[in-house]
C-alpha cells in the first residue's frame, strides 16, 4: 500500500428532515446567501419552498441562480459570479444534483479570480481563495456533495473539463433520502451506474495490496446490486434509497484510493460522448463499462476480475478463471440493462460519424494516455467506442 493523507472535512447531516439544521449551519459561515439550483424540479417537489421557508424565517438573505442545466456550462458559472459579486454573497447554497453543486463550486473559486472562470476550469490559472458552499442534494450519483471535483462543459468549443482542488469541498451537505423520491427512473439508474463506475475506477488496478480498500469497493458495490433494482422499481423506498444515497459519496470521496494508484479509465471516455451528444453521465458509462471490461481483459488483468466475480457477484471460484471473468463482466451488463440503462451507444441513436474526433480528444485532455489498469492510447480508445456501438 503506498502512502497517503486522507482528509475529508465536509460534515455530511443525513436522514430525514434533516433540512432543518440549515440555518445554523449556514450562520456559521454568512449571512447573505446564493440559493443555486437547477431546471425547477425543486420548485415542483417542495424543496424549494421548504429552503426558503428556513431562510426567511431565520432572516437570511439570499439570492438566487436558476436554471443550472444537466453538465452545467461555463455561462452559468459567469452568470453566477456575476450575482455573487453584484449582491455581496458570502455564502453559496446549492441544492441538486451533480450539476448544481459542481457549477456551485466553480462560482465560489471565480469569485475570487479576476478573469473569466474557464480559466480555472481549463487549468490556465489556479484556484485559490474560494467562497464557502453548502449543499442540499437532491439526486445520487457524483459524490460532489463530498469530494473536491467539478466538472464543467463549455458548449462553443465542445470541452468538458474537470478540476479538483481542496477548497471545492462543501463545507456541509444534508442528505436526505427522501429529497430523492421524486427523481425520475432513468436518473436514479444512471446515478448508480455512476457510483459503481467511480467504484471500478479505483478498484481496478494491478497488485497494489491495498486489501482493505478493495473490500469497501465491494461492499459499495454490493450495495448497488442489492438496492439499485428496488430504488429503480419502487420511487419511495427509503431504505433502498437511503443506502444508494450513502454509497453515492463513499465511492469518490478518495477512501477507496487511499494507497493505491489508480488513474481512472472510462470516465476519460464517457466525458467526451456527453460533450459531443450530450449523454447522460451515467448513461455512457454504462454502455462502455463492460466493453472497456471485455477490451482490458488479458492473462495481466485476468486475476482482478475474478477477485469482482468472486467477491461481488459470488460465483463459484473453482471455475475457470476466464469463465469467471466472462461470467462477472456479463452479470455487469445484464445488472444495468435490468435497471433500464442501454448496451450500446446505436440504442442513443450515437453511429460511426465522430468516433476519431472522440478518441483523439479523450487522449488529448488526458496528456495521450488514458488510465493506469491497462493504458489506452488513441487505437484502443477508438476501438472501445467502436465495439460499443
Ligand atoms: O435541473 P433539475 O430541474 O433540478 O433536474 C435535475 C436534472 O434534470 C434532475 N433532478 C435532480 N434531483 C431531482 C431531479 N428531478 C426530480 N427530483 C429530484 N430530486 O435530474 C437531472 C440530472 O441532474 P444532474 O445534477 O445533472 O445529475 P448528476 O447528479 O448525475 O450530475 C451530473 C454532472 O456531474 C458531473 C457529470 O459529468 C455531470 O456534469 N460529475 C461530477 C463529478 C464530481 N463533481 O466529482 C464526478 C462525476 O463523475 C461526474 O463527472
Ligand atoms: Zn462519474
Redesign the pocket.
Known amino acids: 500500500m503506498q502512502n497517503f493523507v486522507y482528509s475529508v472535512p465536509t460534515k455530511i447531516i443525513f436522514g430525514k428532515d434533516q433540512v432543518d439544521v440549515l440555518a445554523d449551519q449556514i450562520k456559521e459561515y454568512g449571512r447573505k446567501v446564493l440559493l443555486a439550483?437547477?431546471?425547477?424540479?425543486?420548485?415542483?417537489?417542495g424543496?424549494y419552498d421548504r429552503v426558503t421557508e428556513i431562510l426567511k424565517e431565520n432572516n437570511i438573505e439570499f439570492y438566487e441562480l436558476a436554471?443550472?442545466?444537466?453538465?452545467?456550462d461555463i455561462e452559468s458559472v459567469r452568470e453566477g459570479v456575476r450575482i455573487c459579486r453584484e449582491n455581496n454573497i458570502d455564502f453559496i447554497l446549492a441544492?441538486?444534483?451533480?450539476?448544481?453543486?459542481?457549477c456551485s463550486?466553480v462560482i465560489a473559486a471565480g469569485y475570487y479570480y479576476d478573469g473569466d472562470p474557464w480559466d480555472l476550469v481549463s487549468r490556465k490559472s489556479p484556484i485559490t481563495k474560494t467562497l464557502p458552499l453548502g449543499v442540499i442534494l437532491?439526486?445520487?450519483?457524483?459524490?460532489?456533495e463530498m469530494?473536491?471535483?467539478?466538472?464543467?462543459?463549455n458548449r462553443e468549443t465542445k470541452q468538458?473539463l474537470?478540476i479538483?482542488h481542496p477548497n471545492l469541498l462543501p463545507k456541509f451537505s444534508i442528505l436526505d433520502p427522501s429529497?430523492?423520491?421524486?427523481?425520475?427512473k432513468e436518473?436514479t439508474a444512471?446515478?448508480i451506474a455512476?457510483i459503481m463506475?467511480?467504484t471500478f475506477e479505483s478498484y481496478f488496478t494491478l497488485n497494489d495490496g491495498a486489501y482493505l480498500q478493495d473490500r469497501f469497493a465491494e461492499s459499495i458495490l454490493k450495495t448497488c446490486i442489492r438496492y439499485g433494482k428496488i430504488a429503480y422499481d419502487e420511487a419511495d423506498n427509503y431504505e433502498a434509497k437511503a443506502n444508494i444515497m450513502w454509497a453515492a459519496p463513499n465511492a469518490?470521496n478518495g477512501l477507496l484510493m487511499c494507497g493505491k494508484n489508480a488513474i481512472w479509465s472510462v470516465?476519460g471516455i464517457?466525458?467526451e460522448l456527453?460533450a459531443y451528444y450530450g449523454l447522460?453521465?451515467?448513461v455512457a458509462?454504462a454502455i462502455l463499462t463492460p466493453v472497456w471490461m471485455e477490451y482490458v481483459l488479458d492473462d495481466e488483468r485476468v486475476d482482478k476480475f475474478v477477485e469482482y466475480g468472486v467477491n461481488v457477484w459470488g460465483i463459484d471460484s473453482n471455475k475457470d478463471k476466464y469463465q469467471i471473468a466472462k461470467e462477472a463482466i456479463e452479470k455487469t451488463r445484464e445488472f444495468f440493462t435490468s435497471i433500464g440503462l442501454p448496451k450500446s451507444l446505436s440504442e442513443v441513436g450515437i453511429g460511426e460519424e465522430n468516433l476519431e474526433k472522440m478518441a483523439q480528444d479523450a487522449i488529448d485532455d488526458k496528456g495521450g494516455v488514458i488510465g493506469n489498469f491497462k493504458p489506452l492510447y488513441y487505437d484502443d480508445v477508438l476501438e472501445i467506442l467502436r465495439k460499443a456501438l
Open positions: 439550483y437547477g431546471g425547477g424540479s425543486i420548485k415542483r417537489n424543496i436554471g443550472i442545466e444537466p453538465n452545467p441544492v441538486g444534483g451533480g450539476s448544481t453543486i459542481d463550486k437532491t439526486m445520487s450519483a457524483t459524490g460532489s469530494n473536491s471535483g467539478a466538472v464543467i462543459s468538458k474537470h479538483m429529497y430523492t423520491f421524486t427523481l425520475p436518473q444512471a446515478g455512476d463506475s467511480h469518490i470516465h464517457a466525458q456527453t447522460t453521465h451515467g458509462l
